[in-house]
T-cell receptor, first 117, second 109 residues
Framework: GAVVSQHPSRVICKSGTSVKIECRSL??????MFWYRQFPKKSLMLMAT?????????EQGVEKDKFLINHASLTLSTLTVTSAHPEDSSFYIC?????????????FGPGTRLTVL | GENVEQHPSTLSVQEGDSAVIKCTYS??????FPWYKQELGKGPQLIID?????GEKKDQRIAVTLNKTAKHFSLHITETQPEDSAVYFC????????FGTGTRLQVFP
């Protein structure tokens, strides 16, 4: 149980284009979903927390207009990287929790590697 | 702000030996401490966790200990195998998950 999927697993795009990444909880309802970014050989950095039906809460330094997050249902959250630039290239990982933000176990997706040319 | 320190950053052991990874956290309100294993190109996988009302927890070859007074917690892997090679992250949670810096474990046959 507690499986989280991400799509796509890898994406390559040109500078200036937008990229959407999907995160789905397959066998449970995710009250809260989280988006992380991970640079090579570094730890995971929380970008934002989202609850179904409400606006995401972004961490300090993360641009809301750059990284659009939508949590439309209890099983789906999307991250859209708008007007992508090479510095946005990274490994993006989502996680999902059945409970309230930050207090319960989080289940992680397999990650999406974004490369912006 | 909240901070989790993790040591060592790299650890090499011979197959069959034990491996220990240590973490300290700054927020005394933290009450949940998960450990994750991350293989190359994949997302983190929860391998064991411990809550603040427990001092030790075991699951086969893996154990975690927690010292709330000292704000330390440790991961112990016994009888290591080559497939244990990965990056391990500790984390502490209070309102959000704060990750340690990671330990790259290599188990040599």
């Amino acid at each position: 149980g507690a499986v989280v999927s991400q799509h796509p697993s890898r994406v390559i795009c040109k500078s200036g284009t937008s990229v959407k990444i999907e995160c789905r909880s397959l066998d449970f309802q995710a009250t809260t979903m989280f988006w992380y970014r991970q640079f090579p050989k570094k730890s995971l950095m929380l970008m934002a927390t989202s609850n179904e039906g409400s606006k995401a809460t972004y961490e300090q330094g993360v641009e809301k207009d750059k990284f659009l997050i939508n949590h439309a249902s209890l099983t789906l959250s999307t991250l859209t990287v708008t007007s992508a630039h090479p510095e946005d290239s990274s490994f993006y990982i989502c996680s999902a929790s059945e409970g309230l933000a930050g207090f319960d176990e989080q289940f992680f997706g397999p990650g999406t590697r974004l490369t912006v040319l | 702000g909240e901070n989790v320190e993790q040591h060592p950053s790299t650890l090499s052991v011979q197959e069959g030996d034990s491996a220990v990874i240590k973490c300290t956290y700054s927020d005394s309100a933290s009450n949940y401490f998960p450990w994750y294993k991350q293989e190359l190109g994949k997302g983190p996988q929860l391998i064991i966790d411990i809550r603040s009302n427990v001092g030790e927890k075991k699951d086969q070859r893996i154990a975690v200990t927690l010292n709330k007074t000292a704000k330390h917690f440790s991961l112990h892997i016994t009888e290591t195998q080559p497939e244990d090679s990965a990056v391990y992250f500790c984390a502490a949670i209070w309102a959000k998950l704060i990750f340690g810096t990671g330990t790259r474990l290599q188990v040599f046959p």
